[in-house]
Antibody, heavy 120, light 108 residues
Framework: QITLKESGPAQVKPTQTLTLTCTFS??????????VGWLRQPPGKALEWLTL???????RYSPSLKSRLTITKDTSKNQVVLTMTNMDPADTATYYC????????????WGQGTLVTVSS | SYVLTQPPSVSVAPGKTARISCGGN??????VHWYQQKPGQAPVLVIY???DRPSGIPERFSGSNSGNTATLTISRVEAGDEADYYC???????????FGGGTKVTVL
């Protein structure tokens, strides 16, 4: 059974760097085709994709946030880490990590999400 | 970049059929996935590859995709179907996922 869970601070201050960890089980990020993505959803707004890392360590970033995002994986720990720099109140959102099985596949398993509030 | 357009809201009476559209340029050539999100919960995949249903999703949920429009159909709508629904495809040029803006389904 595939599960994912996000962890990290519930609140950060403007200009700080956010680090979130996605800890997963039930699959390996060394399996061909597999990817883990990060998405977010500001309160009352739509889903927004942020970044994705593949089993090959290849990475994709949302063009609008690329300069602020870094995604890494630790296959031995079954973790994917998202780093977002220069946080702003507009980045207040629920952040999700999700599993993708292969090319053009859906995000079939999602974490429960973690709410991050950016406030001084 | 590729854009998906959904109606902001759809209202439907219990027992009736809800149809949620997802418009995109030649979307019929892409695989469309649909997610249901209830308040305070993570999205749940309800339709993938245009019309396949994951295990545990009722047969009342179905999907189609042709031309410039994909459609999620919910038959015999129940109160528990009230949620936001998002369509999603992969942009073949950038290898980025693209989401529609979401449709809020209200059961009258």
């Amino acid at each position: 059974q595939i599960t994912l869970k996000e962890s990290g601070p519930a609140q950060v201050k403007p200009t700080q760097t956010l680090t979130l960890t996605c800890t997963f089980s039930g699959f390996s990020l060394s399996t061909s085709g597999v990817g883990v993505g990060w998405l977010r959803q500001p309160p009352g707004k739509a889903l927004e994709w942020l970044t994705l890392i593949y089993w090959t360590d290849d990475k994709r970033y949302s063009p609008s946030l690329k300069s602020r995002l870094t995604i890494t994986k630790d296959t031995s720990k079954n973790q994917v880490v998202l780093t977002m720099t220069n946080m702003d109140p507009a980045d207040t959102a629920t952040y999700y990590c999700a599993h993708r099985r292969t090319t053009v596949a859906p995000f079939d398993y999602w974490g429960q999400g973690t709410l991050v509030t950016v406030s001084s | 970049s590729y854009v998906l357009t959904q109606p902001p809201s759809v209202s439907v009476a219990p027992g009736k059929t809800a149809r949620i559209s997802c418009g995109g340029n030649n979307i019929g050539s892409k695989s469309v996935h649909w997610y249901q999100q209830k308040p305070g919960q993570a999205p749940v995949l309800v339709i993938y590859y245009d019309s396949d249903r994951p295990s545990g999703i009722p047969e009342r949920f179905s999907g189609s995709n042709s031309g410039n429009t994909a459609t999620l159909t919910i038959s015999r709508v129940e109160a528990g179907d009230e949620a936001d629904y998002y369509c999603q495809v992969w942009d073949s040029y950038t290898d980025h996922p693209v989401f529609g803006g979401g449709t809020k389904v209200t059961v009258l």
